[in-house]
Each structure stands twice: as structure tokens, then as C-alpha cells.
């Protein structure tokens, strides 16, 4: 049996060496210490070649026109210019729509649809140069009537820019109708941008034949790569998309990135010259979508109680001028109209309004928190009706046992939202804590109080079903040391440190000998935007999978090798156990090499079980749900509308967590997010139908001293995901957005509170200080 | 008198000489095309995320001071004389990561990291100034740094442990301050210094007089203090400032006294700088201080230059107004006079002849009986620019209004007394009564616009409601009256 492939020294483990950086365990971003010493590299920071040239975009100045004349000659003279480039110059096909509907140029051709739109490109040998020219041109517009707001185009008969959903369970009018108590309300909720302080940017380096590099900050790779071989009209192998890593994403960079990598590869093919485009943060902020801004119409029947018989909404998005994401950002608006609620009697449509803006895209929650934030507000107006406890309301709807349909027709195997609440509802005092607010609004006085529990449960899965696949690459070299790559983006979400965990785990090798390498269309094919909250779910099931195939092939070189049988393999911390010998990890590998064993594999990844058919509005279009909840107590100024948010207290459902400190870290920033949304973060057009609010000098997102002084965040450690995910854990990234919902109807309460609690105030977001004085002065009018 | 035709500074301990640079150039740009020392990052080329924060140390009087300022809109020919210190100092030589930067990983303060350079040299500042901080000093001193990520949670508790992992005695700033101070003296010639290049012209003036002079000899010349407003007509609106006349080095303008009852300050004295002086004898504006801008910008930006780019929305016309002060202007060796109101003309036109600048600014302490408020109204509590901002300075005697100056800002084309309600004030009993009967006169003296900030409606509303909170505040209640963190 000896042979040659053999290594006969044994070693012992230690009984105390574990594991470093396995699954389960607190584990730091593997980038910390390049982030915090400036040492972590970002597109803009790659080293040049020289030669590099750089683009610069022509923006629109006006909401929607004819291009009667397009004069560039000034732009073409300005110092430093190498060319320009217009519709006309796209070799390809002038168009980056994510979802083939082929409704969004790359540059406009004759007409302009939003304030901001890109008309031309300009190169030049310097950013500063190109950036200058780009202000030259003289632009001849023939000014059409615009359309801004999501009502304001249904009432102008606007179309839609997809199509439109309606999700429908048992028969909500004839419900409404028989139902002792009925509210019918009107929600805006406006957008957000995603504000990620790295801006946009690509950079293309252009090779031999149609070949192009390109180096960028987008969300996906795959898609980016997808839009620069069709505007360059060459095939995908010819392209190559590389991500490092992200500095944010949120969203903001899935499809938006399209534009800069297409300007990019264009002008590097055309001139045989790197390229790179960074837009500065207005026109990043004009130029690109953001979360969609909803006019919902909403209608509750409900009984004495205030448990809900029948839900009716009628939910309008500002789109913008093309479908982008739209689709599904509107679709799962509905998806989660229900949030953790049972209605009996449901109809609910989607009316994806074309408007003369930016177009809309994806941002954390997708259309979801838009959903969740309306089946809060039906709860609280009806908690106003009857005069109770909003958490009454909440608790009394709940989806329980033979109340486990939701208005897709899911039944909703996993719920843990009651359990949730009730451990947040202990941990917080939220009971004694409530009365404190009541006796102090009881005092009269400026400053007013308003506590509030709100939950959240949030479906996973890409909706478009076939998203929900990924691929990894695990090579491990002859010294042991093990290379990791997979399909998905690192944006700051501590992706790739949660894939590594999977791969240290699985060989039970040290996280040290593990390399995380960039993403790049070259090594994993086909993927799916790192969005949905799927990252870890999708490439960490993908990267196990290749390590699994690895392993198998090692337990059986091993069991030949050593005579023993499989079982007998054991993968230890650092090292393997063959039979009685023990053997370090890299010994088996040289070992294994030797004996020509491959060392590499190509991991593969599908969700089971999810299947959706959107014209019938069935199915299963989420693998699981992920739940949390939180509450937050709040001040209000009743002077001057200005406001604190005191305390928070989250609890959040990760499953069985990879890495508890990262999830938490994830909770914390989603909470903060979302409380942004819903408060200080708003997006202003002025009549011309400019964005004003388009630089962080105008649009003002949560700063240090705007987060909850006292800010609990746990994780619920009791939760384990049902369904087999990687390792039993749960997405994160989207679900604990929602938790600063809790924030919007704590203001809502402090403000109630000038009328004894007898109006619900219908606070529209975000609820800035003007809109919650205006509330109080509203209600003192009543009162 | 010589000119120098080059700059010199320390740039991580090393002196650079540089001959060719534009009036215009930015520091941001210098070292991250110039140098790569890509850490720096550019979030935003405003001065409002913090992405950019770098420290420079700039003698005062022989001592050696470092500030947090933001690189992306500070200009290269402001820096002569001055030791630039960015995040790859921070490591030392043998790779070993500073206590900031170790508590950084310890406690999970980076997510996508690109936030985390700037984040990194504030909590550096703060340190070495405030080794134990208290929460609501690391909030302040993190007005200027914009985090997306994380909700800022983890890099608080980082902020509040850095001191276990290291002193700021130990730190090189402070080991190596004595010869740094020698070098930046050897710079300091006292030469006035003129930079050239085909198509900008960039003067440091030797002193003030010499800065009169060369505004004499360019009357058409850039003035720039702070660049916290200039600065961005660069960045954001890609103006060319040549010929430009800095002033920012200038001590004397830097200079805040105060004897005689009165309070003399120097143009160039930063927000930052007046903070001491200025609070101590006003009590009143120390919250309003630490809500103008972040300290990044507190750090430039200067009261001269506040007042001078006479914006309608500037936070300190009002509070000035408020309290009687006066702008001391200075056209070759001619000075006059004026009381802060008087400057502001019309919107965007000053009080202010070519050739002529503001070289001083005087308030006259708090007269007995009189009670003082400063409000500012944003959406945003922290580094916003206020929607409504007001100033007030009510003297009562035995009851009765005797004198009453009220300014906001926010509210028309220019930082503007409310004439309508101090008249409704003076002689009336100092009541409620007598305060809504005032208010109620608000429209009067304005008709506030609606843009992004807020509505004509809410700034008139709020406003009138400032007037109330003021009597409330003076009033005897134990109710508190106004929102306080936890
Ligand atoms: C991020 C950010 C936040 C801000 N937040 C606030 C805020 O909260 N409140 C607020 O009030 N402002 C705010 N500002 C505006 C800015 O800080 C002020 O307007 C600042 O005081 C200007 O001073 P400076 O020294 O930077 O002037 P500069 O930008 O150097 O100059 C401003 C103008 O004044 C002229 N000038 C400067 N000094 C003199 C002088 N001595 N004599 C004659 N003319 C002179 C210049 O020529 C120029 O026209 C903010 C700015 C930024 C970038
Ligand atoms: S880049 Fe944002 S403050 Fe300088
Ligand atoms: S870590 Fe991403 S912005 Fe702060």
C-alpha cells in the first residue's frame, strides 16, 4: 500500500488549535486594516497606465424637450480634448436597459425625458479638462410639459413603463363593504438617494482585438459586461468586468453603472486608450436613479377589534422616464403590503408611472420598505380608530395558524414575527416605557414624546427566479494556500469575508491561508447582481459547493492513499486526520498534487423550491422570510417641528448567524438607513423639474449625532432558517431597513399626542422637521 | 519689499518645494494625482462628507496647531508654511497601525471603508486634543464626516476606546513637534510669496498692510480666507479665482482680544477660533456655534469671510446683528466703520468697494438686563445650512422692553432686522402677550422664499414660533423647553 505520494511525517494536533475564522464567530471585514490605513484599493485609486484619457458627460438642462441642435464645436476646441462622442458614435446598439426593453439610451438622440439626461460624452487628457468641455456645448431644446410626481402623471394620463401587477386574494370590495369600520387614506412616501460616498465610476482599458477591459464599482459585473459588449456590438467574451470592491453600493450601483462602463469601453475602443469616467456627486446624483417615490391609496375594513377583514391599495411609483428596475421594485412594493400581517380579503395593484425623471432604480428593499411602511401606517390608523395600543393592533393581526396566506398565495411556513415582538417588547420595557411617554405628553408642554414597535418580516429570494443561481471558483495551489472567487461584489457588506468563513469552515483551514480575490466575469460567468440581500445565500452555497467537490476528491486520494476507509478522513483545524495519522493541511495538498489530484473546482448554486407566475399573481416567490423588529422613542419640538430620536432598541433575525458581528454591523447601518429615508432625506425638484437636492450640501443624510443615543441592537441567537441555507443562516442586508419605520410612527404619536391621541396624523415621508410641525399645527386646528 | 516665487510645506514630514501651482488647485487633487496618496478620498468635492479629511499644522504665534480640514476644497497656495499630514502617516514606518486606526478594527468601524480615511483623521484630531471624549464631543467632532454604512455606531465606540490603545504623547505629531516647528520657522520668511503660472496668479501678502497693498494692486482680485465658499465656486462651479489674494495665513488677522467692553476680532478668525472668546462671553451661542458647519469647515471657514460673502442664509450676520457689532473695513490704509446690518445691501451686494476688505469685527459685550438667544432652524440638526437662524437681544428694565435688536437670517435677500416686531417689542411689558402681539408682526418685515430648505410657510411659521420659544426660555418653567440629546 505505501507509495511514493505519501508523507510520512505525522503530527499531532494540539487539542486546543482552532479554527481561525470559521463559521459562526465574530470575524473582522478582511479589508479592515487596508480600509483604516487608506491601503484598500477603489477604482479610482488603480494606478493609471499612461495614456489614460478621460470622459466627461453632457448633461440635459431640461426635464423633457425636443433636441431641436446640438452644437459641440466649443466642446470640441476646449483645451485638452481628444474627441466627443454622441448617439451616432455607439458602434453597438444606444441602449443600457436592464431588462431588454430597450427604452433607455446610453446618450439621447432627439429627445430629452429627464433634467440631467446624458447627451453627449466628452474625452479629454485630463478629468479637469473634460469636465470643463463638458459645460461648453450649446444646446437648442424645444420645451415640452413635464410630469414629476407619480399621481400628477396617472392624472395626465402618462403611460406606464412596465407592466403592471395586481395581487388578489378572496374579495376585498364585497369584504370592505360588509366590514363594521372602513379608513380610506392617501400615503406619499418619498425616495432616497443612496448617497454611497463613493460615487460612480468605470475604467476601460482596451486590448487586442474587441477586446475590453473594464475596471468599475458596479453591483454587477455580469450585467455591466452584458451592456458593454451590446453597445460596443461585440460578443461578451470579449469583455471583461473587474470589481475589487465597492465604497456602497445599496442598490445605486446594480444597473445604474451600465452607463459609465458603456461610455468608458466606447471611447477606450474608439481611441485605443484607457478611459476612465467619474462623475462629480451632482451630476452622479442627476444623472442616476434612486428609490422610488410612492402615492399610495390605501383602504382598511376592519372590526371592533381592529382586526383587519379587507386591504385595498393602489400603489403609483414614480418611475422615471424608463422601466430600469421598475418591474420588480413595484412588484414587491405588493410583495410586502401585507408585511407581517394576515389580511383575509386583499386586492392590491401596482401603477408604474412614467415621469419625467431620473429613472427610478433599485435601493436596499426594492420596492419592499415602500410595501411594509403601508401595512404600518393601516395599523396605526386603525389603532387611532379604536383608540389602542398600535402593538395591540400589530399583535391582534399577525399571521398565525389558518391565517398563513399572503396576497401571493405563499403560505408563510416560518413565521416568527409574534416570538420577535414579544422577546423585543420584554428586552425594550416597551410597556413601562409607553406609560412614561403618555404621563409626560400628559403635562402639556413644547417638547412631546412618541414611542413606537414596529415589525418587519421580508421575503428572500430574487423574484425574477432564474437570478437565484451563483457560481464560485476555489483553487487550491500545492502549498496549501486556497484562492477564493465568486460570482458576488463586495460593497462593505462583509461578503466576501462571510464566503471565506464558508471555505475556511469547509476545508477547516485558517481564514489567513485564504486569498478573497476581485470579482471578475473571467473566473465566474453568468452571475446575478449582488443585491436582495442574496449575496451570501447565493455564493457561499456556491463556494461550499466547490469546496465540497475538492474535499471529495481529497477524502478519496486520502482513503487510497492511507488504506482507510472514507470516514475515516476528517478534516481538523489546520490539519486531516487520515485513520490514526494526523497530517497538516498543506502536506496533504503537496501530497495530493503530487499524486495529480485536481485541486480546483467550479462551484455551483440554485435556490430550490421558489416558482412565481406574475400574470396569475401565485407561487413561491420566496425561499424564506426574514424577520425583526424594533422599537424607537422620539422628541418632537411642537415650536419648530425638529426632532430626536431618544433610544432604539432592535431585534433582528439573521438564522443562525456566519458571522454575528458583521450581521449586527449590517442591522445598525440598515437601521440608520432607513430612519434617513423616512426623516431628514428628501429629494426636491424645483418647477423646471430640476433636482435640487442633489449634493450632500442639499440632501442630508443621518449624521453621528442624528443616530439613537441609546441604540440596542441585538440578533434573536434563538432563530435558526427552516430551510436549508448556507449553514442555517438568514440574508441581512435589506430586511432591517424597515426597522426605522418604527422611527416615522414614534414622531407620528409624539405628534398625536397635541389631540390626545384622537387623530392619526398621517405623516407623510420624510417626516423633516417642517412636515411634523406642520402636522402638529394641522392637529392643533382640529383639536 | 522680496517676493518668493515658490511654496514650501511639509507633506507627511517631508519638505516640498513646489514653484508651478494654480490659484485654483486643490490639495485633494495635489495628492492623490500628484503623490498617489490615493487614501484620501474625494465623497463629495464640497466640504460635506469628510471622505477628504486630512490634518495641517500651521504655527500661531510659534506654536504649532493641527486642524482637520477637508483637502477637496483647500487650496495648494494656502498651505505654505504648513505640515500636511493625510492617513498614510499614520502607520508607522515598521507597518504598525496607530491606536486610531487598531480601535478602528477592533470595534468594526469600517464597512465599505470608503468613509474611513476621513473618519480616521478626525477621531486622530479629537485624540490628540481630547484624549477621554465624551460622547457628545466625538458627535461633535464628527459633524463633518458622513458615513453610510454603518450608523456610526461601532465608530463611536471606537472613538471612546482609542486612549487604551495608545497616548497622544506617544504619537509622532507630538514627539516630532519640536523639529517639525523648527522647519515650518525655517519657511517662514516673512517674504510676501506670488505664484505664477501661464494663466493664474496666487499672492500670499507678506502681512496686512501688504495684503492692503496687493489689493490695491489688483483690485479685481479674489479675496480667499477660509475657501469654504470659495473653495466650491472652484470644485463645484469650475470658476477661475486668478488672480487670488489669500489671507488665511495671516496672523494678525487671526488675532481675537477683547478689553473695554468689546471684543476685537480679525477677519481671518476661523469658527473654531472664536469659539473660546466668543462663548465664554456669550453663553448663548456655544450650541449655536457647534452647529454651524462641521468642525472640518468650523476649522476654515472664518467670521470675516461669513459675513463678507453676505449670504441671506450665513449664520453669523444674524447673531453679529443681534448683538450690535460692527465691520471694521479697511481700503489701503483708510478704515471705516459700519454696523453689521448696514453691509448687506441688497442680495449678493455688500457694502464693500474694490480694493477694500473686512479686517475686523467688533461686538460690544452684553449690557445688563438684556436677554440673549441664538436659534437655528435645518433640516438636518448638525452641518446644514439653516432654513431660519435668528438672533436676539432683548434688554428689560423693571418689566418693561427698553431695547430690542432681533436679526434672522433665511428669511429675505439679505441677514435683516425684524423692524416690525422690535417696534411691537420696545415699551410694551415684557409678557406673552406682548411676544405673540409681536410675532404676529413677523410678516411684516419678511416674505420668506420656498426652495429645498423649506416652505415660505414653514420658515414664517417657525420663525414666529422662535420668538416664543425665547419667552418660554425666559420665562419661569420647569418644562424643558427645547430638544437635548440624552
Ligand atoms: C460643508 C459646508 C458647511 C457649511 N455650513 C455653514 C453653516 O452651517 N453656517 C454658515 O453660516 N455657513 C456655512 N458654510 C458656509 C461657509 O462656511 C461660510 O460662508 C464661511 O464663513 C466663509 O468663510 P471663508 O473664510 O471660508 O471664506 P471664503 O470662502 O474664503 O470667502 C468667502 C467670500 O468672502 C470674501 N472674503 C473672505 N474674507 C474676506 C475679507 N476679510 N474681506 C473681504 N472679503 C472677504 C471672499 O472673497 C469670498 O467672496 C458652510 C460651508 C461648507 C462648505
Ligand atoms: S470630498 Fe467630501 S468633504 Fe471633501
Ligand atoms: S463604511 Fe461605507 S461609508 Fe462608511
Known amino acids: 500500500m505505501h507509495d511514493d505520494t505519501r508523507p510520512d511525517a505525522a503530527l499531532t494536533p494540539p487539542a486546543d488549535r482552532t479554527l481561525s475564522g470559521g463559521v459562526h464567530v465574530d470575524r473582522r471585514h478582511d479589508s479592515a486594516v487596508k480600509h483604516v490605513t487608506g491601503r484598500a484599493e477603489y477604482a479610482d485609486d488603480i494606478a493609471e497606465p499612461v495614456g489614460t484619457l478621460h470622459a466627461y458627460l453632457g448633461l440635459s438642462e431640461r426635464a423633457h424637450a425636443k433636441l431641436r441642435n446640438v452644437d459641440l464645436d466649443a466642446v470640441r476646441n476646449a483645451p485638452g480634448v481628444i474627441d466627443v462622442l454622441t448617439a451616432d458614435d455607439i458602434p453597438g446598439v444606444n441602449d443600457v436597459s436592464p431588462t431588454g426593453r430597450d427604452d433607455e439610451p446610453v446618450l439621447a438622440t432627439d429627445k430629452i425625458e429627464f433634467w440631467g439626461q446624458p447627451i453627449f460624452a466628452v474625452i479629454a487628457e485630463t478629468r479637469d479638462q473634460a469636465r470643463r468641455a463638458a459645460h461648453l456645448a450649446q444646446i437648442d431644446y424645444e420645451d415640452l410639459p413635464h410630469v414629476l410626481e407619480a399621481d400628477a402623471a396617472q392624472n395626465a394620463d402618462m403611460p406606464y413603463v412596465t407592466p403592471p401587477l395586481t395581487l388578489k386574494r378572496g374579495d376585498a370590495p364585497v369584504a370592505m363593504k360588509n366590514a363594521k369600520h372602513r379608513i380610506k387614506g392617501q400615503m406619499r412616501v418619498g425616495g432616497q438617494d443612496h448617497m454611497y460616498l463613493e460615487g460612480h465610476i468605470a475604467f476601460a482599458i482596451p486590448g487586442e482585438d474587441e477586446d475590453v477591459i473594464v475596471h468599475s464599482s458596479t453591483q454587477h459585473p455580469t450585467e455591466a459586461q452584458h451592456m458593454v459588449a451590446h453597445v460596443l456590438g461585440v460578443a461578451s467574451n470579449a469583455v471583461t468586468v473587474n470589481v475589487r470592491r465597492m465604497g456602497g453600493g445599496f442598490g445605486g450601483k446594480e444597473t445604474q453603472m451600465n452607463l459609465f462602463c458603456a461610455v468608458a469601453a466606447i471611447a477606450a475602443k474608439r481611441l485605443n486608450r484607457p478611459v476612465k469616467i467619474r462623475p462629480d456627486r451632482d451630476d452622479d446624483m442627476s444623472a442616476t436613479g434612486k428609490r422610488h417615490d410612492f402615492v399610495i391609496d390605501y383602504e382598511v375594513g376592519f372590526d371592533d377589534d381592529g382586526k383587519i377583514e379587507a386591504v385595498t391599495g393602489e400603489f403609483a411609483a414614480r418611475c422615471g422616464f424608463s422601466s430600469d428596475l421598475s418591474g420588480p421594485v413595484t412588484d414587491r412594493a405588493l410583495f410586502h403590503a401585507d408585511n407581517a400581517y394576515f389580511y383575509p380579503h386583499v386586492l392590491l395593484n401596482s401603477h408604474p408611472m412614467k415621469t419625467n425623471t431620473v429613472s427610478n432604480t433599485a435601493f436596499r428593499g426594492f420596492g419592499g420598505p415602500q410595501g411594509v411602511i403601508i401595512a404600518e401606517r393601516i395599523i396605526e390608523e386603525i389603532a387611532y380608530h379604536r383608540s389602542r395600543d398600535s402593538l395591540d393592533i400589530r399583535k391582534l393581526n399577525f399571521y398565525g395558524e389558518g391565517r398563513d396566506i399572503t396576497p401571493y ?48 418580516k421580508f421575503g428572500i429570494s430574487f423574484t425574477a427566479t432564474w437570478y437565484n443561481q451563483a457560481g464560485a471558483l476555489v483553487h487550491i495551489y500545492s502549498d496549501g494556500s486556497i484562492h477564493l472567487n465568486h460570482g458576488g461584489t463586495e460593497m462593505g457588506q462583509g461578503l466576501n469575508t462571510k464566503v471565506a468563513q464558508v471555505v475556511a469552515d469547509a476545508f477547516q483551514a485558517d481564514f489567513e491561508t485564504i486569498k478573497i480575490t476581485k470579482t471578475t466575469t473571467e473566473k465566474v460567468p ?69 499524486a495529480r489530484i485536481h485541486l480546483s473546482a467550479a462551484g455551483f448554486y440554485k435556490t430550490p423550491k421558489i416558482h412565481w407566475d406574475r400574470d396569475k399573481g401565485t407561487g413561491r416567490p420566496f425561499y424564506y422570510y426574514a424577520y425583526g423588529a424594533a422599537v424607537s422613542e422620539v422628541s418632537i419640538d411642537t415650536l419648530t417641528g425638529e426632532y430626536i430620536v431618544d433610544r432604539a432598541d432592535v431585534l433582528h433575525d439573521v438564522g443562525r448567524s456566519l458571522n454575528p458581528v458583521i450581521d449586527r454591523g449590517q442591522v445598525e447601518g440598515a437601521f440608520i438607513q432607513g430612519m434617513g429615508w423616512l426623516t431628514t432625506e428628501e429629494l426636491w425638484w424645483d418647477e423646471k423639474g430640476q433636482l435640487r437636492t442633489h449634493a450632500p450640501s442639499t440632501y442630508k443624510i443621518p449624521l453621528a449625532s442624528d443616530r439613537p443615543r441609546i441604540f440596542n441592537v441585538d440578533l434573536a441567537d434563538w432563530s435558526e432558517n427552516r430551510e436549508n441555507t448556507i449553514k442555517r443562516s438568514k440574508a441581512v442586508g435589506e430586511p432591517p431597513f424597515m426597522l426605522g419605520i418604527s422611527v416615522l410612527e414614534a414622531l407620528s404619536m409624539a405628534v398625536a399626542s397635541v389631540d390626545d391621541y384622537r387623530t392619526c396624523p398621517r405623516l407623510n415621508a420624510p417626516a423633516t422637521p417642517e412636515r411634523v410641525l406642520m402636522a402638529v399645527e394641522r392637529l392643533q386646528g382640529e383639536g | 519689499m522680496t517676493t518668493r516665487s515658490n511654496t514650501q510645506f511639509l507633506l507627511n514630514g517631508k519638505p516640498v518645494t513646489l514653484d508651478a501651482i494654480s490659484a485654483g488647485d486643490t490639495l485633494l487633487d495635489y495628492l492623490r494625482l500628484q503623490k498617489r496618496l490615493t487614501g484620501t478620498k474625494e465623497g ?109 455606531e461601532p465608530i463611536i465606540r471606537a472613538a471612546q476606546s482609542i486612549n487604551t490603545y495608545g497616548s497622544p504623547a506617544q504619537d509622532a505629531l507630538n514627539t516630532e513637534r519640536a523639529a517639525v516647528t523648527s522647519q515650518l520657522q525655517a519657511m517662514a520668511d516673512g517674504q510676501r510669496v506670488e505664484l505664477r503660472t501661464d494663466d493664474s496668479l496666487a499672492i500670499l501678502p507678506a502681512d496686512v498692510d501688504d495684503l492692503a497693498a496687493a489689493l490695491l494692486e489688483h483690485p479685481d482680485a479674489t479675496m480667499v480666507a477660509g475657501a469654504t465658499d470659495v473653495g466650491l465656486w472652484v470644485t463645484k462651479f469650475l470658476k477661475t479665482i486668478s488672480p487670488a489674494i489669500f489671507l488665511s495665513h495671516l496672523e494678525e488677522l487671526r488675532e481675537i482680544e477683547q478689553s473695554d467692553g468689546m471684543i476685537r476680532m480679525g477677519a481671518g478668525v476661523s469658527y ?87 479686517e475686523r469685527i467688533d461686538i460690544p459685550l452684553a449690557q445688563p438686563g438684556s436677554l440673549h438667544a441664538a436659534y437655528k432652524i435645518s433640516k438636518r440638526r448638525d452641518e446644514d445650512i439653516s432654513s431660519v437662524a435668528v438672533g436676539l437681544n432683548v434688554t428689560v428694565q423693571d418689566g418693561q422692553i427698553t431695547n430690542a435688536r432681533i436679526a434672522f437670517g433665511g428669511m429675505a435677500a439679505t441677514p435683516k432686522r425684524a423692524a416690525a416686531v422690535e417696534a411691537a417689542l420696545i415699551g410694551q411689558p415684557w409678557s406673552e402677550a406682548t411676544i405673540s402681539a409681536a410675532a404676529a408682526k413677523l410678516p411684516e418685515d419678511f416674505q420668506p422664499l420656498t426652495d429645498w430648505r423649506a416652505s415660505s410657510e414653514y420658515r414664517m411659521r417657525s420663525a414666529q414660533n422662535l420668538l416664543r420659544r425665547f419667552w418660554l426660555e425666559n420665562a419661569a418653567t420647569d418644562a424643558p423647553v427645547r430638544l437635548m440629546r440624552a
Open chain 1, 409 to 456: 398565495h405563499q403560505t408563510v411556513e416560518d413565521n416568527i414575527a409574534p416570538q420577535i415582538v414579544a422577546d423585543l417588547e420584554a428586552r425594550s420595557d416597551y410597556a413601562e416605557r409607553r406609560q412614561a411617554v403618555l404621563d409626560w405628553n400628559a403635562k402639556g408642554g413644547v417638547i412631546r414624546k412618541g414611542i413606537a414597535l414596529t415589525p418587519v
Open chain 1, 526 to 594: 453568468n452571475t446575478s447582481a449582488t443585491a436582495a440581500s442574496s449575496g451570501t445565500d447565493l455564493n457561499g452555497m456556491a463556494a461550499l459547493d466547490a469546496c465540497e467537490q475538492i474535499k471529495a476528491r481529497l477524502v478519496e486520494f486520502a482513503a487510497d492513499t492511507w488504506n482507510v476507509a472514507p470516514e475515516a478522513v476528517r478534516f481538523l483545524p489546520g490539519s486531516v486526520q487520515i485513520g490514526d495519522e494526523v497530517i497538516s493541511f498543506p502536506d496533504l495538498i503537496k501530497a495530493a498534487y503530487m
Open chain 2, 44 to 152: 463629495c468635492a464640497e466640504g460635506d462628507c469628510g471622505a477628504c479629511t486630512v490634518l495641517v499644522g500651521r504655527l500661531n504665534k510659534g506654536q504649532l496647531n493641527y486642524e482637520t480640514v477637508n483637502a477637496c476644497i483647500r487650496f495648494m497656495a494656502s498651505l505654505d508654511g504648513c505640515h500636511i499630514v493625510t492617513v498614510e502617516y499614520l502607520s508607522g514606518p515598521d507597518g504598525r497601525m496607530h491606536p486610531v486606526q487598531q480601535a478602528m478594527v477592533d470595534f468594526h468601524g469600517s464597512q465599505c471603508g470608503f468613509c474611513t480615511p476621513g473618519f480616521v483623521m478626525s477621531l486622530y484630531a479629537l485624540w490628540m486634543e481630547t484624549p477621554e471624549p465624551t460622547e457628545t464631543q466625538i458627535e461633535t467632532a464628527l459633524q463633518g464626516n458622513l458615513c453610510r454604512c454603518t450608523g456610526y
Open chain 2, 272 to 358: 473654531s477660533g472664536s469659539a473660546d472668546t466668543l462663548c465664554a462671553a456669550f453663553p448663548h451661542l456655544r450650541d449655536y456655534w457647534d452647529r454651524i458647519a462641521g468642525w472640518q469647515i468650523r476649522n476654515m471657514g472664518t467670521i470675516g469671510g461669513n459675513v463678507a460673502n453676505g449670504s441671506p442664509i450665513g449664520d453669523t450676520p444674524p447673531v453679529l446683528i443681534a448683538l450690535g457689532a460692527q465691520v471694521i473695513l479697511r481700503k489701503g490704509d483708510a478704515r471705516r466703520t459700519l454696523p453689521v446690518e448696514a453691509f448687506f445691501i441688497d442680495y449678493g451686494k455688500q457694502d464693500l468697494a474694490a480694493g477694500e476688505f473686512v
